[in-house]
């Protein structure tokens, strides 16, 4: 069979949710991919952010393999020995305190919002137990309050072109009303503000706010990395007021932009962060990880589930990602390489009218496309041998993978150049 049959095959059998471009991708080795008729793409897209390795790591393909001779899944209601490493890893990375593994990102969203949730329905019936105790009587069969004036904290503050996923929770919170048109009504109580606007986001703020969530860098919305006084103007709002941080590092963490979680740069810790994509590089596998505060008052058995997260065989792939991020010096050679990538793209904006900024942090990177749309260019480039993504706003994403060197900036640069 030829390209042309799977193609069809595809359209014929699997429903119609991407509009696809015309490659079917059969290998890869190191930052290239190889297509079922022989041609050979640099891959400056990484699977949308998630092959930060590279294809065909030997290590990690056979930590994988043993971990499928061992065993790939046996359900949380028993203890398992990548489960265990994986958590410690993650947490030490994040430095936050107890992480909570998903089958993906969208899964990470909806356990962040319902443990931020959760936290506020406890300080509430915290402070109910204390206003019972002090006019004497038990709290436990105080009579209810009526809820209009005594419910927990519940909304959400979300972001303006945000982007959190396509279930119902994390679509709610998703800023973009054309993914939310068809699906309303949508989970209630979420309020959206402008990103890297403080002013907007305290015009939101209430008595029933109960968490802020953001991405550190915006992805699909247009690679906006968030102002350093945003983000802290922010932190130090949520922190007046007892309202979580949630960050969602789906995108932008695991190295990306040149530390291990993008916050980290600002010098923000988040009370909630979510984690998917390069997490497993290619194993599906999320997260969400909580503050020792959150964890102490959120979810607890019974709160929340699922059959495969924290399975053996994902948590293996996170184990490793992490031992070989170490080894490989993954976030130093980030760190080491964007001025050099930086400069390339930069030069590219001086040359081209078309092209009209460059904005981004570390290995996420977008540049912005005026007068054609940018869905030529990413056919052109692949014409080319170059895989590039989009996001809104007709900007062209750039997001390799993180173990990419000089010479693929070069070469993506000549093959990008041919496709202008
Ligand atoms: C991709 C993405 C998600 C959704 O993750 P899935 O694994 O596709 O469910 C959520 N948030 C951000 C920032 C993302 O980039």
């Given at each position: 069979?030829?390209?042309?049959?799977?193609?069809?095959?595809?359209?014929?059998?699997?429903?119609?949710?991407?509009?696809?471009?015309?490659?079917?991708?059969?290998?890869?080795?190191?930052?290239?991919?190889?297509?079922?008729?022989?041609?050979?793409?640099?891959?400056?897209?990484?699977?949308?952010?998630?092959?930060?390795?590279?294809?065909?790591?030997?290590?990690?393909?056979?930590?994988?393999?043993?971990?499928?001779?061992?065993?790939?899944?046996?359900?949380?209601?028993?203890?398992?020995?990548?489960?265990a490493d994986a958590a410690e890893k993650l947490a030490k990375a994040s430095g936050l305190s107890k992480v909570f593994f998903t089958?993906?990102?969208?899964?990470?969203?909806?356990?962040?919002?319902?443990a931020a949730r959760k936290y506020a329905y406890l300080k509430e019936q915290a402070k109910r137990s204390a206003a019972a105790a002090?006019?004497?009587?038990?709290?436990?069969?105080?009579?209810?309050?009526?809820?209009?004036?005594?419910?927990?904290?519940?909304?959400?503050?979300?972001?303006?072109?945000?982007?959190?996923?396509?279930?119902?929770?994390?679509?709610?919170?998703?800023?973009?009303?054309?993914?939310?048109?068809?699906?309303?009504?949508?989970?209630?109580?979420?309020?959206?503000?402008?990103?890297?606007?403080?002013?907007?986001?305290?015009?939101?703020?209430?008595?029933?706010?109960?968490?802020?969530?953001?991405?550190?860098?915006?992805?699909?919305?247009?690679?906006?990395?968030?102002?350093?006084?945003?983000?802290?103007?922010?932190?130090?709002?949520?922190?007046?007021?007892?309202i979580l941080l949630i960050l969602d590092e789906i995108q932008c963490g695991m190295g990306r932009t040149g530390s291990w979680f993008?916050?980290?740069?600002?010098?923000?810790?988040?009370?909630?962060?979510?984690?998917?994509?390069?997490?497993?590089?290619?194993?599906?596998?999320?997260?969400?990880?909580?503050?020792?505060?959150?964890?102490?008052?959120?979810?607890?058995?019974?709160?929340?589930?699922?059959?495969?997260?924290?399975?053996?065989?994902?948590?293996?792939?996170?184990?490793?990602?992490?031992?070989?991020?170490?080894?490989?010096?993954?976030?130093?050679?980030?760190?080491?390489?964007?001025?050099?990538?930086?400069?390339?793209?930069?030069?590219?904006?001086?040359?081209?009218?078309?092209?009209?900024?460059?904005?981004?942090?570390?290995?996420?990177?977008?540049?912005?496309?005026?007068?054609?749309?940018?869905?030529?260019?990413?056919?052109?480039?692949?014409?080319?041998?170059?895989?590039?993504?989009?996001?809104?706003?007709?900007?062209?994403?750039?997001?390799?993978?993180?173990?990419?060197?000089?010479?693929?900036?070069?070469?993506?640069?000549?093959?990008?150049?041919?496709?202008?």
């Amino acid at each position: 069979m030829g390209s042309q049959d799977y193609m069809e095959k595809t359209e014929q059998y699997v429903l119609h949710t991407y509009n696809r471009f015309p490659v079917v991708f059969e290998k890869g080795e190191g930052v290239y991919l190889t297509d079922v008729d022989g041609k050979q793409y640099l891959d400056f897209g990484a699977g949308i952010a998630v092959f930060a390795l590279g294809y065909g790591n030997e290590e990690f393909n056979n930590a994988l393999k043993t971990q499928i001779d061992n065993i790939i899944h046996t359900s949380n209601l028993f203890y398992n020995v990548p489960l265990a490493d994986a958590a410690e890893k993650l947490a030490k990375a994040s430095g936050l305190s107890k992480v909570f593994f998903t089958n993906s990102g969208t899964e990470a969203i909806e356990g962040a919002l319902k443990a931020a949730r959760k936290y506020a329905y406890l300080k509430e019936q915290a402070k109910r137990s204390a206003a019972a105790a002090a006019s004497g009587s038990d709290g436990d069969t105080a009579p209810a309050a009526a809820p209009d004036d005594n419910a927990a904290a519940y909304e959400i503050i979300a972001m303006n072109h945000s982007f959190h996923g396509r279930s119902v929770g994390a679509l709610s919170v998703t800023g973009n009303p054309h993914y939310q048109e068809a699906f309303k009504p949508l989970m209630g109580g979420v309020r959206f503000a402008d990103f890297n606007d403080l002013e907007s986001v305290k015009a939101q703020v209430n008595d029933r706010t109960c968490a802020i969530i953001m991405e550190t860098v915006q992805g699909e919305g247009g690679i906006y990395p968030a102002e350093p006084e945003f983000l802290q103007g922010v932190r130090a709002l949520c922190d007046e007021k007892d309202i979580l941080l949630i960050l969602d590092e789906i995108q932008c963490g695991m190295g990306r932009t040149g530390s291990w979680f993008a916050c980290q740069q600002y010098g923000v810790q988040p009370d909630i962060m979510t984690c998917a994509k390069a997490l497993g590089c290619g194993v599906p596998v999320g997260a969400f990880v909580l503050s020792e505060k959150v964890a102490q008052a959120s979810l607890v058995p019974g709160d929340h589930g699922t059959t495969y997260g924290g399975n053996p065989f994902a948590c293996a792939a996170v184990s490793k990602v992490f031992d070989l991020f170490e080894k490989l010096h993954i976030v130093e050679h980030v760190q080491a390489l964007t001025p050099y990538f930086e400069q390339q793209l930069d030069a590219l904006v001086e040359k081209y009218d078309f092209l009209t900024a460059r904005r981004g942090k570390g290995f996420m990177q977008g540049l912005v496309v005026e007068g054609r749309p940018v869905g030529d260019i990413v056919k052109a480039a692949l014409e080319n041998g170059l895989v590039v993504l989009s996001a809104e706003g007709n900007v062209l994403r750039l997001v390799p993978p993180l173990v990419i060197e000089k010479e693929d900036i070069n070469e993506m640069v000549r093959r990008l150049e041919k496709s202008f």
